[in-house]
């Protein structure tokens, strides 16, 4: 998977509690991408980052927020989560912003109890 | 607002056929499309970009087509395996914000013997 990696693969938590979903790429790629996908909504972008300290809104927002400290790991945090947020969660890298391919981790399949 | 179509009916091809998969946009003027695979548990996997002033792309066994006056999308797979059998995705550039994709919904591909 192009050298990037999501932890945890699986979880299960509760309603309020935090989650911080982590992805980490062995690339050096700059752009690093934060997507949520459901049935019949498809791939959602969520956040993603341009930089070190560099991020940006995408599509559904709401309820997340991204951190990046180093090139190779952008970390998703859902401060309380809450059912609507179940979902697969999937990082994805790319080495410029135009005309360039995005490489998928192996998703994070979270359920929001 | 922006749409991105694809068919949400899965497609059911005989081994050694031609399938053709569609991508149709409203309200987007992308500068490129990609088309991805996915196959069941595992993220995205990148397969072609084609740009807005190419009307034509092949690798191997796959073709794309890109007509921006129908604002339309064509992807075929020639002599179709059962190991095409996947969902395959289009994805075009956010308007004006190269670095983003939007994605549509995908089409599930079934070859069968």
């Known amino acids: 998977d192009a050298g990037i990696t999501q932890s945890p693969r699986h979880k299960v938590t509760e309603t309020g509690t935090p989650v911080t979903l982590r992805c980490h790429q062995t690339e050096n790629h700059r752009y690093m991408y934060w997507y949520r996908q459901d049935p019949g909504h498809g791939l959602r972008l969520i956040h993603y980052?341009?930089?070190?300290?560099?991020?940006d809104k995408g599509e559904v927002s709401d309820g997340y927020s991204v951190s990046r400290s180093k090139t190779e790991d952008f970390l998703l945090t859902l401060e309380s989560a809450t059912s609507s947020q179940t979902s697969v969660y999937f990082c994805?890298?790319?080495?410029?912003?135009?005309?360039?391919?995005?490489?998928f981790g192996p998703g994070t399949r979270l359920t929001v109890l | 607002s922006q749409k991105i179509e694809q068919n949400s009916e899965a497609l059911n091809i005989q081994e050694g056929k031609t399938a053709t998969l569609t991508c149709n946009y409203t309200?987007?003027?992308?500068?490129?499309l990609q088309w991805y695979r996915q196959d069941p548990g595992r993220g995205p996997v990148f397969l072609l970009l084609i740009r807005e002033n190419e009307k034509e792309k092949r690798k191997e066994r796959l073709k794309v087509t890109f007509d921006t006056t129908l604002k339309q999308s064509l992807f075929h797979i020639t002599a179709s395996q059962p190991a095409d059998s996947a969902t395959y995705l289009c994805a075009l550039d956010a308007a004006g914000t190269a670095s983003k994709l939007t994605f549509g919904t995908g089409t599930r591909l079934q070859v069968t013997l």
């Open positions: 994805a890298i790319s080495p410029g912003s135009s005309y360039n391919e995005q490489f």
């Open positions: 309200n987007y003027s992308p500068a490129y």
């Open positions: 980052s341009y930089g070190v300290k560099d991020t």
